[in-house]
């Protein structure tokens, strides 16, 4: 097949990925051009000061030049800022967790650079993320193929969560031609083209803006008003009604012989491969039982348990003086152990940045509450509140890649899922009732939060995702 009147228009960041994507499709006779996107202005805001993108352009120049393709520069800055950031202020304003990256590649980097690509005559845009395209059907009209998207092939540096929102209109012009290789692999084909970015270090942080420090980089728009810091102890789940009632609702889905354990198994996602190879295996729950479950049901298992501990005051005369002086009476559910600067700022599952000393284990975020301004926090990796077994994605946030897959309401499937990039995929039962999508763990599962992606896998093949 003749690939010369193809033309593709490579993203072209500066790093090596994107660069050993533009050769591959050089040498495989692609009509291929460079384009380097300018989405973020304000060095002000990243760790290291300066203007990094300045020298990734420099870099990114450099590598067209050496592959013998022509380079353009488009700055989409405007509409970065409208369609990612102000979303990013947003939703963290509201207390959830989103993830810029995942909405970068929708509303940007698949839709926005696309527009200007096209208009450059361009029949695709690449890209150098770790993941497979397939057509299901080999249809000679490209515009009725149906893609699927599959792991990459490298366990370690698969990306196949962050195009969790793509649709199937964005993947007919996408290619992504490093998905069969592995990050070695890439370093090496970049070092033998010696291109420019072949020793170039991974670039890290937030989505065109850099590494930086998330609270500084939100009080740009969001305020900083101080509140308690609560811990929470083990006393009170035996006294909240939702927990008892979650309990008990799970343990009566068991099939005989299964036991219910509500905290997870710690392993530092840092060092666990994105892919463990764990096959789907079996659900401990007795399947009519969990279709059973009434939307309501459902609703409740998959509610976060929220946190209402009051703290009286009593006063007590200190020194030899005897001054009187006000304290708060000590409460078996919890104390309060300290201040912050806004419950925003804060993420479920967080254990960086808090401040808190005099604890044997490490603390993290167990709830925030921007109302009250409160932020609940937990001792132990086997804290109650860091696990949760149950989510659910509202209607409108159901998004299926592969349309022609979609479940209808009633349906119960098992796939495998998950809430964050690098985390192991984890087996799981997907309910689709009228409102809502519902997603029933085997295993508890930690830090889940609002605003995340849940993304669910058959076997290597990435079939939606959903905001939880």
Request: charge should be negative; include cysteine; glycine fraction near 8%.
């Amino acid at each position: 097949m003749d690939k010369s009147g193809i033309k593709v228009c490579v993203g072209l960041s500066g790093g090596v990925d994107s660069s050993v994507a533009a050769y591959l499709l050089k040498q495989e006779g692609y009509d291929v051009f460079a384009m380097f996107m300018q989405n973020w202005h304000d060095a002000d805001s990243t760790l290291h000061g300066d203007c990094e993108w300045e020298e990734d352009k420099f870099v990114a120049e450099m590598v067209a030049r050496k592959i013998g393709i022509p380079f353009y520069f488009v700055d989409l800055s405007g509409q970065y800022r409208q369609r990612v950031v102000d979303y990013m202020f947003d939703e963290y304003a509201k207390g959830r967790t989103p993830n810029p990256d995942v909405l970068c590649n929708r509303e940007i980097k698949f839709d926005a650079f696309w527009e200007v690509a096209r208009k450059y005559g361009a029949d695709y845009v690449a890209t150098g993320h770790y993941c497979r395209k397939e057509s299901v059907m080999p249809d000679s009209d490209r515009a009725s193929r149906v893609y699927r998207i599959l792991e990459g092939t490298d366990p370690n540096k698969d990306q196949t969560y962050f195009l969790c929102q793509l649709s199937q209109e964005q993947l007919a012009t996408a290619l992504f031609p490093i998905g069969h290789l592995t990050k070695p692999e890439v370093r090496r084909i970049a070092k033998e083209a010696d291109l420019p970015s072949a020793e170039k270090k991974d670039s890290q942080g937030i989505c065109f803006v850099g590494k930086v420090d998330l609270p500084t980089f939100l009080k740009q728009k969001l305020a900083s008003v101080e509140g308690d810091v609560v811990e929470v102890f083990d006393p009170y789940y035996a006294t909240d009604p939702l927990y008892q009632w979650q309990q008990e609702t799970l343990t009566g889905l068991l099939k005989e012989g299964q036991t219910l354990e509500r905290t997870v198994h710690y392993a530092p996602e840092e060092k666990v491969l994105t892919t463990d190879g764990k096959p789907l295996g079996e659900s401990p729950y007795r399947a009519d039982a969990v279709a059973a479950l009434t939307d309501a049901e459902l609703n409740h298992l998959a509610l976060p348990i929220t946190y209402q501990i009051e703290f009286e005051t009593e006063t007590y005369r200190s020194g030899k003086h005897h001054i009187k002086k006000t304290r708060y009476k000590e409460n078996p559910c919890g104390r309060i152990v300290g201040r912050h600067e806004g419950a925003q700022f804060y993420t479920i599952g967080q254990r960086k940045g808090l401040g808190i000393g005099g604890h044997s284990e490490p603390v993290f975020v167990i709830a925030t509450d921007t109302e009250a301004n409160r932020i609940y926090v937990g001792e132990g990796h086997h804290h109650k509140g860091l696990s949760r077994f149950c989510l659910r994605v509202a209607p409108e946030e159901i998004h299926w890649i592969r349309t022609d897959l979609a479940m209808r309401p009633g349906e119960m499937r098992r796939y495998r899922v998950r809430i964050r990039y690098r985390q192991p995929l984890q087996s799981a039962t997907l309910l689709m009732r009228e409102s809502g999508l519902y997603i029933l763990f085997d295993e508890p599962q930690r830090g889940i939060s609002p605003g995340q992606f849940a993304v669910w896998y058959d076997g290597e093949e990435m079939l939606g995702s959903g905001v939880i």
